[in-house]
């Protein structure tokens, strides 16, 4: 059985992508300038560029063309005794960490129960994108009791509701404001990403999600934040080192 034009002219442009002939952030050539290059059908260039779609490999994009996906995952490391680190810091200073918004809100029947604060009581609510090169790796909300947010100003660490500030390191501020971490429990379940969530981390169809619900709580067993993480499944890998014994 022969090869089909669509596959023949897939399996070019898939090449030139693993040799980095085309990077992560380059986009393929235009559909009109790939019809002449291999004499073919618009039809049958848009099958090619569909099937390195589903692959993950690139990502069509309204105004801007076909642009390759970054593929390496970011290898996220948990030790018992390791302290906590900054997405910068777990990405080797390749990633950054962009604090999209920090507002109060009251805290519903959910925020209430992970939180243990009374519902309708007032917390601060963070929502981050995670990036590494130029891709959304993680979409990450996060709440903080309003009590630690008023002691954090308090001991000079400034609005934790003030986007301006950046994302900080909500770990090392508590501390600094007396509410030392102790440990952190989390939970993490893959599903199929919803229409906004595959739109923000640029997902092609068929890959789902990882979901990470976490609870961090003090020296005193109280919460000092928790979230809810959504994380591109093929752009993360999570490793644990759990103490035996």
Do not use: C
């Not at 952030?25 to 290059?37: K, N």
């Not at 092609?204 to 993480?229: A, W």
């Amino acid at each position: 059985m022969g090869t089909t034009l669509y596959s023949r002219i897939a399996s070019e442009l898939r090449e030139q992508i693993a040799s980095g002939e085309f990077p992560p952030g380059s986009t393929l050539p235009a559909i009109p300038e790939l019809m002449t290059r291999y004499d073919a059908a618009r039809d049958t260039v848009r099958d090619a560029i569909r099937v390195l779609s589903v692959e993950g490999l690139v990502t069509p994009r309204r105004g801007i063309g076909t642009v390759v996906r970054e593929t390496s995952p970011v290898r996220l490391e948990y030790a018992p005794i390791g302290a906590s680190r900054t997405w910068e810091a777990q990405t080797a200073g390749e990633g950054t960490d962009e604090l999209v918004s920090a507002e109060w809100e009251q805290a519903d029947r959910d925020v209430s129960s992970r939180l243990r604060v009374d519902i309708g009581e007032r917390v601060i609510r963070r929502v981050r994108h995670h990036y590494q090169g130029q891709g959304i790796v993680q979409v990450h909300e996060q709440w903080i009791p309003g009590t630690l947010a008023e002691l954090i100003a308090a001991k000079g660490g400034g609005d934790l509701a003030d986007t301006t500030r950046g994302p900080g390191n909500i770990f090392q501020e508590a501390e600094d404001a007396g509410r030392k971490p102790d440990f952190t429990t989390e939970s993490i379940t893959a599903r199929m990403p919803d229409p906004d969530e595959r739109e923000v981390l640029e997902l092609p169809v068929g890959v789902p999600v990882l979901v990470t619900n976490r609870t961090t709580v003090d020296v005193d067993g109280q919460p000092i934040e928790s979230s809810h993480i959504v994380s591109a499944s093929d752009r993360v890998s999570q490793s644990f080192t759990v103490q035996l014994g």
